[in-house]
Nanobody
Framework: QVQLLESGGGLVQAGGSLRLSCAAS????????MAWFRQTPGKEREFVAQ????????ETADAVKGRFTISRDNAKNTLYLQMNSLKFEDTARYYC????????????????WGQGTQVTVSS
C-alpha cells in the first residue's frame, strides 16, 4: 500500500500563497487518482481538488476555484496544491488521499490518507 506524507502548511496572511506537497512512498503513485481534502474541528472533511493518474483530468471545488491548482509529478511521486489568494476560511488541516480506478469527491471512497498539514490564514 502507498504511504503519503504532506508538507508545506503554515501560517500565512490573507491574500498570501502556499504550496502543499504530498510525497508518496513508491512508484505505484502514478496509478492512483489523487485528491486534497480539508477539515476543521467539528466539521466534516471537505473535498478540495482531485487529479487523475496522468493529469489529463483535474477539478477543484467551487470554494477554491480560480485560487487553488492541483498538479502532480509522477517522476517524483509527488502531488501538489498551489494555493493563492488565501482567505481566512481556507484555514484547515489539509490531507492528501489516493484511490485506484475511481473519480470521486467522496472521502469515504479514498483508500489511503496522509496525516495532514495545517494551514492557518490570518485575517
Amino acid at each position: 500500500q502507498v504511504q503519503l506524507l504532506e508538507s508545506g502548511g503554515g501560517l500565512v496572511q490573507a491574500g498570501g500563497s502556499l504550496r502543499l506537497s504530498c510525497a508518496a512512498s513508491d512508484r505505484t503513485f502514478s496509478s492512483y487518482t489523487m485528491a486534497w481534502f480539508r477539515q476543521t474541528p467539528g466539521k466534516e472533511r471537505e473535498f478540495v481538488a482531485q487529479i487523475n493518474w496522468n493529469s489529463i483530468a483535474a477539478e477543484t471545488a467551487d470554494a477554491v476555484k480560480g485560487r487553488f491548482t492541483i498538479s502532480r509529478d509522477n517522476a517524483k511521486n509527488t502531488l501538489y496544491l498551489q494555493m493563492n489568494s488565501l482567505k481566512f476560511e481556507d484555514t484547515a488541516r489539509y490531507y492528501c488521499a489516493a484511490v485506484r480506478e475511481k473519480w470521486t469527491r467522496s472521502d469515504y471512497e479514498y483508500d489511503y490518507w496522509g496525516q495532514g498539514t495545517q494551514v492557518t490564514v490570518s485575517s
